[in-house]
Structures are given as C-alpha cells and as structure tokens.
C-alpha cells in the first residue's frame, strides 16, 4: 500500500490506557511505513512522554483551544486548520468527545476521517417533560430529542468507527442507532514480553513499601476518576480488614487525578491509613503489577481497559465488574473474578474469596491468566489488526 499521512487528534487531561493505545498505534502505523504526526490540543502529555514513541513520530500542541470538550465552530476550524495529510483519526474517551462540528470539518477536509471509541455508551434515558403553568401543560421534552440527535449527528460524518471492544460496538449501535456499516471492534492488547512476572520487580517494589513478601496485597492502577470506582473500592477493603482472618492485607492504589484528594479523606475516614498506600503515577506500571496479588478493578463504565490486561499478563488474579469489555476478557471462572455492575457485596464475596486462597492457589490462577493474555491480547497481532482495518479503509 502506498504510504499515507496521518494526523491523530487528541485531548489528553492524563496519561491513561487511550494514551498508552495511541502511541501503540501510532508506532504500528509508523512501522508499516506511514507518515503519522500526533496533535494535542491544550496538552503537551505525549510531548513529555517522547520517549514512548518511535523519534520520527511528530509531535505538536495547539495551545489557542483549552480542549476538545464540545468545540464550536470557530475552534474545530481551528483545531482543524492545524492538521494535514490523508487521514485523521480521532482516538475518544467517550461518544460525547469533540463536537459534530468538528466531526464535520473533518469530514471535509480530509478524505478520510476515523474515531477511535473507546469507552461503552450507556443507554438512552426514559423520555420524560415537564410540566408549564402549574402542571396543566406538558412540555414536549426537547432535551430527549437533543440528546437523540446528538448522537445521530455523531455517527454521521466519521468514515469508519473503530471500538476497542465488542461491547463498545454493540452499545453504539444498540443504544445510540449508530449504522451497523460504520461500525467494527479491534481489541486492545498489550506486549506480554514487558508484562510479565518478575520476582526481581515485586521484591523491589514491596521493600520500599514496607510490605512484606509473604503479605497479601490487593492493588489497582488508573485515573483517580469517579467512573473507576475506587471509593467502593476502598470501602470493600475496610470491610475485609475487620472481618478477615489475615492480618497482612494491603491495598495499593496507583495513579493520579481529579478523585485523589477525596481517596485521601476517605482512607482517613475509614481508618484505614496504616493498610493502604497512595502511589503517584508512574511511567513503568510493569515493575508495580508483579508486586499485586490480586487486581482490582471496581469500574462504573469502562471500554476494555488496558490496565486489566497488563495486570493479568503480569500474573495478577483479577477482581473486576462485569462493565464494558471485561467479560470478552474474563470468559471463565478460572480467570479470576467477575461481578455484576454495582453488586458491591458480591464484589465483597469475591475479595473474601481471594483473601482465602493460599499463595499456591494464587500462584496458579495467575499462571492461567496469563496464558490466557498472552494468547487472545497480544499487541503486535492487535494493532497490525486495528492498522489493517486503517488501511483498509483508506484504499476504498
């Protein structure tokens, strides 16, 4: 195939799973011979985090737009103006990212315009009005069909819709009427040679814990948002700490934003300062999932969630809700632990569970997921799909 130029637009708030997605696309499609330029507006996150891509990816920051959150028209044109060559592709937290003026823009200009959707959508909510002069009037509920034609609107000017899971998929289409046509999955995946378990990594992250090796130590890596889930988390945890056997339980928590300082107050309020620890993000999360146990992953809405894939290949035992693609991840009972969205006590249950098995059990469990991993998420056979599906495209 004939070498093409490609923008990839993004908006990064923090360094997270659609970041790390990005940079092993835009790699990929660097490898295959493609000339790839990645655009941030109101950031410079893959600026500073260069030594994550290849050098001769470009990387540039538009600073006169704060953010791709609801752009008009003047700022998409903007945003726009700014990029150039054959193909745009648009990696999306959510189906709400950026705005269908600037979905149009970009339809215009370039011959081909990709969003990546990475999260599910949720759906539609029952209609309902109000009522005008005292109750006696109904109102007809222009909200609702807004709403409904925002999402159509949304599905209208990208070329091709790429989701990171069959679930994502399925709730564009089911929830939000998105064209069948339009519309594919190509899993997420991660390289299982630096996702691993190494004995090296977790002795050397637990002693500047101050943990000990034969501790049990629940964990989890992500964005302090509110979606992760982590109060429930941390409440689950305060549970388990009075009423289990173990007195050597853990809860490690990894990352960085907007809900720290509410997790803070929190682990205070729930007196469990001395069994929990805070750790800033970090660029090497391979020599922190070696040191887990278990991994846990509460989410109120997820895509499919690198972190969970990394936790598995590195030997975690995982502990997540049934939200988004995780049930394409954990298919059996052996792979850990999948709970229903919002069953708190059944997520409880699976803990206590967990907190029961011996190292031995735990052991192999991990073993398990890992061959699992390994053999359905792998990033080379992934992204070489998801670039396939780019090229595709673009030859029609």
């Not at 992760?228 to 941390?234: E, N, P, Q, R, T």
């Not at 997790?263 to 729930?270: D, F, G, R």
């Not at 895509?303 to 590195?314: D, H, I, K, Q, R």
Request: aromatic share 10%.
């Amino acid at each position: 195939m004939s070498t093409l130029n490609i923008s990839i637009l993004t908006s990064p708030s923090a360094w997270g799973g659609m970041e790390v997605h990005t940079v092993a696309l835009a790699r990929t499609l660097k490898a295959n011979g493609h000339e790839v330029s990645i655009i941030e507006v109101g950031s410079d996150l893959y600026a500073q985090n260069r030594f994550e891509l290849n050098e001769k990816i470009h990387v540039s920051t538009i600073d006169n737009v704060q953010s791709l959150k609801f752009p008009g028209i003047i700022d998409s044109l903007r945003i726009i103006s700014k990029l150039y060559g054959d193909i745009c592709i648009f990696p999306k937290g959510d189906v709400f990212a950026g705005s269908w003026q600037l979905d149009l823009i970009a339809n215009l200009k370039f011959n081909h315009f990709i969003t990546i959707e990475h999260k599910a959508s949720l759906p539609m909510p029952p209609k309902s009005r109000r009522y005008h002069f005292g109750g006696l009037i109904p109102g007809i509920g222009f909200w609702w069909y807004r709403r409904k034609i925002n999402f159509f609107l949304r599905s209208l000017w990208p070329h091709k819709i790429v989701c990171v899971s069959r679930n994502v998929e399925r709730s564009l289409i089911d929830y939000n009427g998105f064209p069948q046509h339009k519309v594919t999955s190509v899993c997420n995946g991660i390289d299982p040679e630096i996702y691993r378990h190494r004995a090296d990594y977790r002795i050397s992250a637990r002693l500047k814990w101050g943990i000990k090796k034969d501790a049990l130590v629940f964990g989890t890596i992500g964005r302090f948002h509110l979606w992760k889930g982590f109060d429930v988390a941390l409440k689950l945890f305060a549970k388990l700490t009075s009423t289990s056997f173990r007195p050597d339980l853990w809860f490690i928590l990894v990352g960085r934003g907007p809900e720290l300082e509410n997790l803070k107050e929190l682990i205070v309020e729930l007196n469990i300062i001395e069994k929990v620890k805070l750790i800033d993000f970090t660029d090497k999360p391979w020599e922190i999932y070696p040191a887990f146990d278990v991994f846990l992953m509460p989410s109120r809405l997820e895509g499919l969630p690198l972190t969970l894939l990394e936790a598995m290949a590195s030997g975690c035992c995982p502990i997540a809700m049934d939200v988004g693609g995780i049930s394409e991840v954990i298919t059996d009972p052996s792979l850990g632990w999948l709970v229903q969205p919002d069953d708190n006590n059944g997520f409880f249950d699976a803990m206590k569970l967990a907190a029961e098995l011996d190292s031995d059990s735990l052991r192999d469990m991990g073993r398990k997921v890992r061959e699992h991993i390994v053999k359905h998420f792998n990033a080379q056979r992934q992204f070489s799909a998801l670039a396939s599906v780019i090229e595709s495209e673009c030859s029609n």
